[in-house]
């Protein structure tokens, strides 16, 4: 049976006394017809890459093609290794890895787009960063990926990961929230948890618009991916302790369907509005293009 909300998820995982990843795993096994030993293997080399793109940055200064952002991973894994940070090893841990998978994409190199390129620091940060912290094996990451992809199928059939539809509450924010429905899972939490914790981010993001300045995913994108993974690792904490989302997944996953829906033509990626036209936003624009 394909759960076509989150309710109908969270029933289909109780009655078969199954996780999340297992519900994602099973279907994949049946659509591409192949073994699970072969889709966990497709699903290492995904993991690979996530981690290179999220260690790269940490280990040397990654800047991107435009020169908009770069370097900033390399710092705040420098200040992490100081010893000074308030947050601690963990979260800084995963910001320095969102910040580096998004230098990564600006520099054109390999990453996953999870769900979104623009969105691309947060799942692997935060799976990575939990994996490490919770002593988890490549093959307990792997599920968590496949726990996330479960929450991914619910999104993507009931509303948006595009920025130019929804804003960037539909790429960071489904991100962040299939980053801390996982983490729910890898820390032992149950499916109905886990969308608890997605449903809870959407409510926190909700509105988040997407103004890319100069139309490029860098500015302010690299740090939101760093802000929607702090999100999904601090939700988590909050629904571990026994929180609940007063308003369901399909309801918080309407609301941010709606809100994008609503959100003016010049809010949603098309770099004519919020930050990507302000005097700034525009003097980096045209120092990007040549303008000036």
Do not use: W
């Amino acid at each position: 049976m394909i759960a076509k909300s989150a309710k109908e998820l969270i029933d289909i995982c109780n009655s078969n006394n199954i996780k999340l990843s297992e519900y994602a795993i099973n279907r994949e096994i049946d659509e591409k017809n192949i073994s699970r030993e072969e889709l966990f293997l497709h699903m290492q080399e995904t993991l690979n890459v996530m981690r290179q793109a999220a260690n790269t940055g940490r280990k040397k200064e990654v800047y991107s093609l435009s020169g908009l952002i770069g370097g900033d991973a390399f710092k705040l894994q420098k200040y992490l290794e100081s010893g000074k940070s308030l947050l601690g090893n963990t979260a800084v841990t995963a910001m320095a890895m969102a910040l580096s998978s998004s230098e990564v994409n600006g520099s054109m190199g390999k990453i996953v787009a999870c769900p979104t390129a623009g969105s691309c620091g947060i799942l692997p940060a935060v799976i990575l960063t939990a994996g490490e912290r919770l002593g988890k094996s490549d093959a307990e990451m792997i599920e968590g990926l496949f726990a996330a992809a479960a929450v991914g199928m619910i999104i993507g059939m009931n509303a948006t990961f595009a920025g130019a539809e929804g804003g960037c509450q539909a790429e960071c924010g489904s991100a962040a929230a299939m980053a801390s429905a996982a983490v729910v899972e890898m820390m032992g939490g149950t499916p109905e948890m886990s969308l608890n914790a997605g449903a809870i981010v959407f409510k926190n993001i909700l509105g988040l618009v997407c103004d890319p300045v100069a139309g490029l995913v860098e500015i302010p994108c690299a740090k939101r991916n760093v802000s929607g993974a702090i999100s999904a690792l601090s939700t988590a904490d909050l629904v571990m302790a026994g929180i609940c989302s007063k308003i369901p997944f399909d309801d918080a996953l309407s609301a941010m369907y709606k809100v994008g829906i609503e959100l003016p033509a010049s809010l949603r990626e098309t770099a004519l509005g919020g930050i990507a036209i302000t005097k700034t936003g525009l003097e980096l624009k045209d120092k990007v293009f040549n303008n000036n």
